[in-house]
């Protein structure tokens, strides 16, 4: 059983954008163990939602990981409480090896490791990062020759080295191969163990073969929420969403 500690919890969200209403009125939990997807049309509201998770957009309610409120918590105390976020686009350092992208990453976790590192070697972290999303034989490629997939993955990466509690994945296996897809929900699924893994998608068949539990999202409120099988099988997803 999860404790409640451990948990993401966003109720009665909402974010407008200059009076128009973006997020009206969301709530959904997260919690370590399983990997929670939301999903919905384009303009749902899903980017808006994990925007002011990670204090990117202003919003009101409450978020909460753990005991602490995220709303009005600045991004970077966000960061640090151990929020961690991928992007549509991979943010990694193009000209700089694999290995110096997470040693950066790292960085930001610890500040005196480094010093540390010249006596011992490698950060454990870094190893077990390395492992995990299965960038061992490219630890010494820079990172702009990589596959589209493999510069995913070194994003999740850049965040497992910092220890997040919780993982937001933005529309992570847009443009990757079947394979790259699959090796992308196998390394979610591990990294949702012991952490909070939130991911928004839009591809269905993704979804369907990897989430634990689905919010749906239509026009800024939750439309249907439950297991895959609930939502697939609910006549108001069934009407705005799927078969699109
Ligand atoms: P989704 O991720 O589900 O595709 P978004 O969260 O990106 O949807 O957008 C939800 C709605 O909010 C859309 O109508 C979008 O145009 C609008 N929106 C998002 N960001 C902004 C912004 N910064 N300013 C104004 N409107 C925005």
Same mark, same amino acid.
């Given at each position: &059983? ?14 407008? %954008? ?17 990997? =929670? %997807? ?14 002011? *998770? ?8 409450? $978020? @909460? ?7 009005? #918590? !600045?991004?970077?105390?966000? $960061? ?6 991928? %992007? ?21 976790? =610890? ?7 010249? =006596?011992?070697? *490698? ?9 995990? #999303? ?6 010494? #490629? ?21 220890? !997040? ?10 443009? &990757? ?12 699924? =591990? *990294?949702?163990?012991?952490? *909070?893994?939130? /991911? ?5 068949? %993704? ?6 539990? /689905?919010? /749906?999202?239509?026009?800024?409120? $939750?439309?249907?929420?439950? #297991? ?7 006549? @108001? /997803? ?7």
């Amino acid at each position: &059983m999860t404790a409640p500690e451990d948990s993401l919890v966003v109720t009665d969200l909402r974010v407008e %954008f200059d009076g128009f209403v973006a997020v009206g009125g969301v709530s959904f939990d997260a919690h370590p163990g399983e990997v =929670r %997807f939301l999903i919905g049309p384009n303009g749902a509201g899903k980017t808006t939602c994990i925007d002011a *998770i990670t204090g990117l957009s202003k919003g009101t309610g409450s $978020v @909460k990981l753990g005991d602490r409120e995220l709303l009005g #918590t !600045p991004v970077n105390k966000i $960061v640090r409480l151990g929020v961690g976020r991928t %992007f549509q686009t991979a943010s990694v350092f193009e000209q700089l090896t694999v290995l110096q992208n997470l040693d950066i990453a790292a960085g930001l976790r =610890r500040s005196s490791f480094s010093l540390l590192r010249a =006596r011992r070697g *490698i950060d454990p972290a870094i190893e077990s990062a390395l492992e995990e #999303t299965g960038l061992s034989a490219e630890r010494d #490629t820079p990172a702009g020759i990589l596959s589209h997939g493999q510069k995913q993955w070194l994003e999740i990466g850049m965040m497992l080295v910092q220890d !997040p509690r919780a993982l937001l994945l933005d529309e992570p296996v847009a443009g &990757m191969s079947q394979d790259e897809r699959t090796a992308t929900g196998e390394l979610m699924q =591990r *990294i949702a163990k012991n952490r *909070i893994v939130l /991911v928004v998608e839009h591809d269905m068949d %993704f979804m369907r073969r990897y989430a634990s539990r /689905v919010t /749906v999202l239509h026009q800024g409120k $939750v439309l249907s929420e439950g #297991t895959v099988a609930q939502v697939q099988a609910d006549p @108001k /997803v069934q009407e705005v969403y799927l078969g699109t």
